[in-house]
């Protein structure tokens, strides 16, 4: 998980199969190289499919950035299990990470594209869950 | 009600062991309508949070509840640890360290309250809340340990005919239909054992 020290807005994937998360990152790095501080996080806490707090939590500190940090989910656990990480942030930070309501592999190549133009993290989420809309 | 340090490490070991004895059976219920994690996930959160022990009895009530609810959030690894785990965070915030009846009626719906916020769900979707709701209204109108007890047997029951409208099992439609919420389930073990536990060491 090599990281980006360009002010972009960071992305982290979130996925119960840590494969997908892995894969879905692939995916974002060929897009945008290292343009966009980037990690991910999939499994449970020992290593079966789920999702799980810390790992989140060790995740957005990967990708940190002053401009905010979306992050891509994809089955419900993922989404709650993301919330109760956003709340267990420093209030400094809480403010800044959004769970962004979009398909998890596009919404994460998407949002982080948006994000490697120096977008700010409100035009990222927007972005990523316009491919609902 | 007062609580000593024997009868809050008591009160755990109930709470955990319910649980964890009753893994495999949570497992299949969520084999059926789920992704078939739930009695392990909720398994290793409890034996994370016995691995506390003897410790976390040392803690006064409301913080020994938190810690449970902490480690729940961190360990359990599905849905399920933000939700239980939610409740007993809020449950810590809201009891005082001698609760009386009407403090825990009062602490037990606010955590409920925060457990829904959590699932952005209310009772009647098939989740723990159809466990949690009508338990905490017949605690509140005043019914007797075994009542309560009863009634958290009996609601997970009532989840069997339920369509399910969120978390895993609204997946499957009308097939989640005939099948008892593996969530709801485990609500009712955790409130059998409590309610088991603070007669023998509280008079509830």
Same mark, same amino acid.
């Given at each position: 998980?090599?990281?980006?020290?360009?002010?972009?807005?960071?992305?982290?994937?979130?996925?119960?199969?840590?494969?997908?998360?892995?894969?879905?990152?692939?995916?974002?790095?060929?897009?945008?190289?290292?343009?966009?501080?980037? /990690?991910?996080?999939?499994?449970?806490?020992?290593?079966?499919?789920?999702?799980?707090?810390?790992?989140?939590?060790?995740?957005?500190?990967? /990708?940190?950035?002053?401009?905010?940090?979306?992050?891509?989910?994809?089955?419900?656990? /993922?989404?709650?299990?993301?919330?109760?990480?956003?709340?267990?942030?420093?209030?400094?930070?809480?403010?800044?990470?959004?769970?962004?309501?979009?398909?998890?592999?596009?919404? /994460?190549?998407?949002?982080?594209?948006?994000?490697?133009?120096?977008?700010?993290?409100?035009?990222?989420?927007?972005?990523?869950?316009?491919?609902?809309? | 009600?007062?609580?000593?340090?024997?009868?809050?490490?008591?009160?755990?070991?109930?709470?955990?062991?319910?649980?964890?004895?009753?893994?495999?059976?949570?497992?299949?219920?969520?084999?059926?309508?789920?992704?078939?994690?739930?009695?392990?996930?909720?398994?290793?959160?409890?034996?994370?949070?016995?691995?506390?022990?003897?410790?976390?009895?040392?803690?006064?009530?409301?913080?020994?509840?938190?810690?449970?609810?902490?480690?729940?959030?961190?360990?359990?690894?599905?849905?399920?640890?933000?939700?239980?785990?939610?409740?007993?965070?809020?449950?810590?915030?809201?009891?005082?360290?001698?609760?009386?009846?009407?403090?825990?009626?009062?602490?037990?719906?606010?955590?409920?309250?925060?457990?829904?916020?959590?699932?952005?769900?209310?009772?009647?979707?098939?989740?723990?809340?159809?466990?949690?709701?009508?338990?905490?209204?017949?605690?509140?109108?005043?019914?007797?340990?075994?009542?309560?007890?009863?009634?958290?047997?009996?609601?997970?029951?009532?989840?069997?005919?339920?369509?399910?409208? =969120?978390?895993?099992?609204?997946?499957?439609?009308? =097939?989640?239909?005939?099948?008892?919420?593996?969530?709801?389930?485990?609500?009712?073990?955790?409130?059998?054992?409590?309610?088991?536990?603070?007669?023998?060491?509280?008079?509830?």
């Amino acid at each position: 998980m090599s990281n980006s020290e360009s002010g972009n807005v960071g992305i982290v994937i979130v996925s119960h199969s840590a494969k997908i998360a892995e894969g879905a990152a692939d995916m974002v790095r060929q897009m945008v190289g290292n343009a966009v501080p980037l /990690a991910w996080t999939g499994g449970d806490p020992e290593g079966g499919l789920g999702t799980n707090v810390a790992g989140i939590l060790k995740a957005i500190e990967i /990708a940190w950035s002053s401009a905010g940090v979306a992050i891509l989910v994809d089955l419900g656990g /993922a989404e709650t299990n993301s919330e109760m990480a956003v709340e267990m942030l420093a209030e400094d930070r809480r403010g800044r990470v959004v769970i962004c309501n979009a398909p998890v592999v596009e919404g /994460a190549v998407i949002a982080a594209t948006e994000s490697s133009g120096g977008s700010s993290l409100s035009a990222v989420q927007r972005s990523a869950e316009e491919f609902y809309a | 009600m007062s609580l000593n340090r024997a009868a809050k490490e008591n009160l755990v070991r109930a709470l955990a062991v319910s649980v964890i004895e009753h893994a495999d059976e949570l497992t299949s219920l969520d084999q059926a309508i789920g992704d078939g994690d739930h009695g392990l996930n909720m398994k290793r959160g409890f034996e994370a949070v016995l691995a506390t022990l003897p410790g976390l009895a040392d803690k006064s009530l409301p913080e020994m509840l938190r810690t449970i609810g902490t480690t729940l959030v961190m360990k359990v690894g599905g849905a399920s640890g933000p939700l239980v785990g939610t409740f007993f965070i809020e449950l810590g915030k809201a009891v005082p360290e001698q609760p009386t009846r009407s403090d825990l009626v009062g602490a037990t719906g606010k955590a409920i309250e925060s457990v829904k916020a959590r699932g952005r769900s209310e009772a009647g979707q098939k989740t723990l809340l159809d466990v949690l709701v009508p338990v905490q209204a017949i605690f509140a109108a005043g019914a007797d340990a075994e009542a309560i007890a009863a009634e958290a047997a009996k609601a997970a029951v009532r989840t069997t005919p339920m369509l399910a409208t =969120r978390g895993r099992a609204s997946f499957l439609g009308e =097939r989640s239909i005939g099948h008892m919420d593996p969530g709801s389930r485990s609500a009712s073990l955790l409130i059998g054992a409590a309610v088991a536990t603070l007669t023998i060491e509280a008079g509830l």
